[in-house]
């Protein structure tokens, strides 16, 4: 079955750089057609997409965020890291690895999320 | 401020038939499949309808989607307690070369 989880630091310094891994399985991120991204949702409000990689390493990003979003892939550990620079409070939410299984078209399946709170 | 345009609240009384809209434009909804996703309070969204009207299994049939030119809708009948939850709806955007989500619509069960 498909299960993907998020890891990183649940608390930043504003300016500082967040690193976030999603380690997944029960797919493979070798497969045509397949993706994987990340989606955050502040407390209280909705949700919002950042950035995705597809199995033939094409990114795409947010264009709001995108000066400060890379994503990569390690196909051989089945994970993905997502770095955002120059972090701010606004920026605190919880952040989602989801799966997509489809060229253009929206993710089907959702990590648990974790909270990343950006305080001094 | 989203492309995709949602209620932000919805309610009906158990057993009644409830709808919420999505509704985009040429670029996003108008071209491009549409998911729903509900959200349970304090959880991780799950997909309840992908492209447009299909169902992924286990989700009931009290849950149906469909879409007609740029809007979308999501349809759920015999409404129960357990239905009160966030839903959102995404598709993809042409000129934003990527996903977009509905601000979301909070369901409330009376």
């Known amino acids: 079955q498909v299960t993907l989880k998020e890891s990183g630091p649940t608390l930043v310094k504003p300016t500082q750089t967040l690193t976030l891994a999603c380690t997944f399985s029960g797919f493979s991120l070798t497969t045509s057609g397949v993706g994987v991204g990340w989606i955050r949702q502040p407390p209280g409000k909705a949700l919002e997409w950042l950035a995705l990689i597809y199995w033939d390493d094409d990114e795409r990003y947010s264009p709001s965020l995108k000066n400060r979003l890379t994503i990569t892939k390690d196909t051989s550990k089945n994970q993905v890291v997502l770095t955002m620079t120059n972090m701010d409070s606004v920026d605190t939410a919880t952040y989602y690895c989801?799966?997509?299984?489809?060229?253009?078209?929206?993710?089907?399946?959702w990590g648990p999320g974790m909270m990343v709170t950006v305080s001094s | 401020q989203s492309v995709v345009t949602q209620p932000p609240s919805a309610s009906g009384t158990p057993g009644q038939r409830v709808t919420i809209t999505c509704s985009g434009s040429?670029?996003?909804?108008?071209?491009?499949?549409v998911y729903w996703y509900q959200q349970l309070p304090g959880t991780a969204p799950k997909l309840l309808i992908y492209k447009n009207d299909e169902r992924p299994s286990g989700v009931p049939d009290r849950f149906s989607g469909s879409k007609s030119g740029t809007s979308a809708s999501l349809a759920i009948s015999g409404l129960r307690s357990e239905d009160e939850a966030d839903y959102y709806c995404?598709?993809?955007?042409?000129?934003?070369?990527?996903?977009?989500f509905g601000g979301g619509t909070k369901l409330t069960v009376l």
């Open positions: 040429r670029s996003n909804v108008g071209n491009n499949f």
């Open positions: 995404a598709t993809w955007h042409d000129s934003l070369s990527g996903p977009v």
């Open positions: 989801a799966r997509y299984r489809g060229l253009y078209e929206p993710n089907d399946y």
